[in-house]
């Protein structure tokens, strides 16, 4: 027996996700109910979940400092060539 899950999602996303599916050669039931299947089999989200580690609690502290110390001067701030880096 089979039920219907409902649920809203970005409209971009979606035309994506249904992009991405269909190369793979599946459909989004498809490959929402393989996610079902593997996390309900290993009771744990399959792929790791983690925030950008710039927004983390010790790197926004650090520049906090370092842009207190540009406000009050303490910064010495010195001129030099862009790097850039190769596509």
């Known amino acids: 027996m089979s039920t219907t899950v409902s649920f809203r999602m970005?409209?971009?996303l979606k035309k994506d996700f249904e992009k991405t599916c269909s190369m793979?050669?599946?459909n989004v039931t498809?490959?929402?109910t393989m996610f079902a299947?593997?996390?309900t089999r290993e009771q744990r989200i399959p792929f790791e979940v983690s925030i950008d580690p710039f927004y983390s609690e010790k790197n926004m502290k650090y520049l906090e400092k370092v842009t207190n110390d540009i406000d009050s001067g303490k910064a010495k701030l010195t001129e030099h060539e862009l790097i850039e880096e190769a596509e």
Request: glycine share 8%; proline share 0%.
């Open 37 to 39: 299947l593997k996390m």
């Open 10 to 12: 970005d409209e971009q």
């Open 30 to 32: 498809t490959a929402i």
């Open 24 to 26: 793979l050669g599946m």
